[in-house]
């Protein structure tokens, strides 16, 4: 499986935006780039996966680079119930399982 | 949306015990289910891919004569840890993932159960 490289932790204030990023610089034509989070003592909880486009829900939005060698998760007004481990995970589209990386821990302030 | 419940959400046992972790997917059907465990302040590690009337498939390292995995429904993987010892309390998650082509075609995680070990 391609591997991403996310930064250890971030800090946000509440009410603002956060950029999450992720590098996957061995990325195939093939793989999905999905994100996930987990709040502390629950499982994972999908956020939005893409393969090219920019993609948004009502969670969050997810803007691929052009190379798609990185990509950057975007909350648009942090929250308190935001705070979480992110992990942004390449799956191929022939793949069947998700394996996680470290994750960013995101802490957001009051 | 798709919900997978897993059950226990905790339980403690004796050493040298087995326990059953139950996972179902409630709304949709799920040929294939996963199995995680999450040690304390680490990520998530894939243990096994369980499918539907065939046997498990394990990840490198992970002892499947420990780990049993039972997939007899499109709704239902259970998990026994078998002759549980301390080094086996985590955080056991499961993960379901919906039929090709089905709307729910993704991945929806289980609440997670607490294993402690004493």
Redesign the interface.
């Known amino acids: 499986d391609a591997k991403t490289t996310q930064p250890n932790s971030m800090e946000s204030n509440e009410e603002e935006p956060v950029h999450l990023p992720c590098n996957h610089s061995t990325i195939s034509g093939t793989d999905y780039i ?1 994100w ?1 989070r ?1 709040l502390p ?6 956020v939005i ?1 893409g393969l090219t486009s920019n993609v948004n829900n009502r969670m969050a939005s997810l803007a691929i680079a052009e190379d798609r060698k990185s990509s950057t998760l975007i909350l648009h007004r942090a929250t308190l119930r935001d705070a979480a ?1 992110y ?1 942004c995970i390449l799956r191929d589209h022939g793949g ?8 960013t821990i995101l802490r957001v302030k009051s | 949306g798709a919900v997978v419940s897993q059950h226990p959400s905790w339980v403690i046992c004796k050493s040298g015990t087995s326990v059953k972790i139950e996972c179902r997917s409630l709304d949709f059907q799920a040929t294939t289910m996963f199995w995680y465990r999450q040690f304390p302040k680490q990520s998530l590690m894939l243990m096994a891919t369980s499918n539907e009337g065939s046997k498990a498939t394990y990840e490198q390292g992970v002892e499947k004569d420990k780990f049993l995995i039972n997939h007899a429904s499109l709704t239902l993987s259970t998990l026994t840890v078998t002759s549980a010892h301390p080094e086996d309390s985590s955080f056991y998650i499961c993960s379901a993932r919906d039929l090709p082509g089905h709307y729910n075609y993704g991945y929806t995680f289980g609440s997670g159960t607490r294993l402690t070990v004493v």
Do not use: D, T
């Not at chain 1, 003592?41 to 999908?46: A, C, D």
């Not at chain 1, 069947?96 to 994750?103: D, I």
């Open positions: 999905h996930y987990q003592s629950q499982g994972p909880e999908y996966h481990v992990y069947n399982k998700l394996v996680f990386g470290a994750g």
